[in-house]
Nanobody, 119 residues
Framework: VQLVESGGDLVQPGGSLRLSCVAS????????MGWYRQALGKQRELVAI???????TVADSVKGRFTISRDNAKNTWYLEMSSLKPEDTAVYYC??????????????WGQGTQVTVSS
């Protein structure tokens, strides 16, 4: 199983970006999909999670500005980011809880995509 992110870029404060993550490989089911970020010198932190049933959890620091969504048919999920701030600058990682066969679950991570918010 591989996760591949895309969409990271340099953007001005107040701007918007959309990150995408595609999962490929021998996938039986994707149980939850998420986004994490890690700023330089800081620990990796949760940004948002969406379950297979559509329930979402969003970090307080991005609530109202970031939205997570998914396309189950394409094994793809997205992070829509708006009103970006310099403190949103980080490497963003996608994450998924994936079953490659029934009753087997494992966490997978993408390679990360850089988001830089700066004027």
């Amino acid at each position: 199983v591989q996760l591949v992110e895309s969409g990271g870029d340099l953007v001005q404060p107040g701007g918007s970006l959309r990150l995408s993550c595609v999962a490929s490989g021998s996938i039986f089911s994707i149980n939850a999909m998420g986004w994490y970020r890690q700023a330089l010198g800081k620990q990796r932190e949760l940004v948002a999670i969406i379950t297979s049933g559509g329930r979402t959890t969003v970090a307080d620091s991005v609530k109202g500005r970031f939205t997570i969504s998914r396309d189950n048919a394409k094994n793809t999920w997205y992070l829509e980011m708006s009103s970006l701030k310099p403190e949103d600058t980080a490497v963003y990682y996608c994450n998924a809880d994936i079953s490659t066969r029934p009753f087997s679950r494992k966490d997978y991570w993408g390679q990360g995509t850089q988001v830089t918010v700066s004027s």
